[in-house]
């Protein structure tokens, strides 16, 4: 019989010491929107009705905030400790198409910054959850850019008839002209203040786009069942949390969706992510860990279980980076499947933004058609956002430089991509120790490394198309055993540069 693998066995189980995800309890007690106003037909804006609810519910010790089936048309909805936001199913939360109901707020209670309230958020709270059956939906498609290269002839006429404006160079749409012209505006902001206002933001609104669901510096938080979907940017991005659960949550963005990330994790500790789906725009499931840190033994983010979830279309199934300058440890990444994304496991970081990365787990991955590389390390990662030209990696100065080591990859398998796997570290600081283990992929090209130290390659079967299966360049001790020579390769492996150290032997 097959063992019965529930959250808490993957807890029990993970390959470092793991501890207790501590989930919110709430009282008894619950008040439903209606009983303060709230008119579900899709017209009326709700934002007050919300408002009251939640803070009557804050104010009786907390409880159950319940939004019935119906329409609910509102703006941005800020959370409060001890309050669990239940969407039963059949509602449908809808945010407006009107920015000028999302205010200009600080980041967070200690951010000098400034961005727009996003439509769902909460500083500094402790026990909260979003739960139910229902859906949550951002109106992001009032926000986004538009690439036309993400875009068939029709898709693009529609959104080019639809109002908006287009770049000069003819290849973005932009919801707005403020949001086109954002950028600059902030540019020549900086230039004109030095104590800036909320005020001063407001041109810049559109531009900004907020996150989905934003929690910063929270503790004891549950997304239960939820579906979550058309972000103005990431659907969820909790910041600086501890003890986050995530359990049977559907995340969507269309595929064309601009920095649509679905759920990205940054300095966050003690995270559960469990049978979830994602469908993105950018990035699926993402660590992130930027800022300051401790030490290398107290990094920014550590202590994370992944398991039984499904990424579709994104940028990436699981993915780290590229933001890594904080530190990461103790992640555990199994029992997933990844469909028709752009690269399955994405490792990726840059100079300037790079910092330590160990003791990362991903075991029994599952994928078909990734359109690039199935597995992938990148520390020459630069994020295009639209409207950005490329610059010169040559020229960055790196002062934060990745640093990826002790990674343990065991039992994936691959029907379909590009290339099998990839790892390109830099000269200074070479991707290493690096651990591959039983594993199938199917792939035009194979293995290659650039900048790499102490790989172990063992029960890899690599059924490539092309010569070599091994493609190495200025890689230091590499050892293959038990290998596969693909039927009819005729050069199993190509050593460049100052490759030393290559041990390969046979089954």
């Not at 910054?113 to 992001?140: C, F, Q, R, W």
């Not at 440890?329 to 994405?346: E, P």
């Not at 990745?402 to 990859?409: A, K, S, V, W």
Request: proline letters at 4%; a neutral charge.
């Amino acid at each position: 019989m097959a063992q019965n693998k529930d959250a808490a066995w993957y807890i029990a189980n993970a390959p470092f010491k793991m501890p207790e995800v501590i989930r919110p309890i709430f009282p008894g007690k619950s008040f439903s929107i209606t009983d303060f106003g709230a008119v579900g037909d899709g017209q009326t804006l709700n934002t007050e009705a919300f408002s009251k609810t939640i803070a009557a519910c804050s104010a009786a010790g907390g409880g159950t905030v319940i939004v019935p089936k119906g329409l609910w048309l509102t703006s941005p909805i800020e959370l409060k400790s001890n309050i669990n936001l239940c969407v039963e199913r059949g509602a449908l939360i809808q945010f407006t198409k009107d920015h000028t109901q999302y205010p200009i707020i600080k980041a967070s209670s200690k951010s000098s910054s400034y961005v727009p309230a996003s439509p769902i958020y909460g500083y500094d709270l402790k026990n909260i959850a979003i739960t139910g059956e229902g859906i949550i939906d951002g109106a992001g498609e009032t926000w986004r850019p538009v690439k036309k290269e993400k875009t068939t002839a029709s898709q693009w006429k529609d959104f080019t008839s639809s109002g908006g404006v287009v770049s000069n160079d003819g290849k973005i749409w932009w919801p707005t002209k403020e949001a086109m012209e954002g950028e600059q505006y902030l540019k020549d902001l900086k230039k004109k203040k030095e104590a800036v206002t909320a005020e001063d933001f407001l041109p810049a609104r559109d531009y900004l786009r907020p996150y989905m669901l934003y929690l910063v510096n929270c503790e004891n938080i549950l997304i239960k069942d939820v579906t979550i979907r058309n972000s103005p940017k990431f659907v969820f991005y909790p910041n600086s949390c501890t003890n986050l659960t995530m359990d049977h949550v559907n995340i969507f963005n269309e595929w064309w969706a601009q920095n649509g990330d679905g759920i990205d994790i940054s300095r966050c500790k003690n995270v559960l992510i469990y049978n979830c789906t994602v469908s993105a725009g950018d990035d699926g499931i993402c660590m992130k860990s930027s800022g300051s840190k401790n030490d290398d033994e107290h990094p920014n983010l550590e202590n994370v279980v992944i398991a039984k979830c499904v990424v579709y279309h994104a940028h990436g199934g699981f993915v780290i980076g590229s933001n890594t300058d904080g530190g990461m440890q103790n992640i555990f990444a199994t029992d997933c499947n990844f469909i028709g994304t752009d690269i399955g496991i994405r490792v990726k970081s840059n100079a300037g933004r790079g910092g330590l990365v160990k003791n990362i787990f991903i075991k029994n991955i599952f994928m078909k058609n990734i359109v690039h590389e199935a597995i992938s390390f990148n520390t020459y990662y630069e994020d295009m956002p639209a409207g950005k030209i490329k610059s010169n990696l040559s020229n960055v100065i790196k002062d934060k430089t990745p640093n990826f080591t002790e990674f343990y990859l065991d039992s994936i398998y691959c029907n379909g991509a590009q290339t099998a796997i990839s790892i390109t570290g830099l000269p200074e600081m070479p991707v290493s120790k690096i651990y591959f283990k039983n594993m199938i992929i199917s792939a035009e090209k194979g293995f290659q490394a650039t900048d790499a130290s102490d790989i172990y390659v063992d029960k890899v079967k690599i059924i490539s198309q092309k010569d070599p299966v091994y493609l190495l360049n200025n890689v230091k001790n590499i050892t293959v055993t038990n290998a596969y020579r693909p039927e009819g390769s005729k050069t199993f492996y190509k050593a460049n540069g100052e490759t030393s150290g290559v041990k390969i032997s046979d089954h």
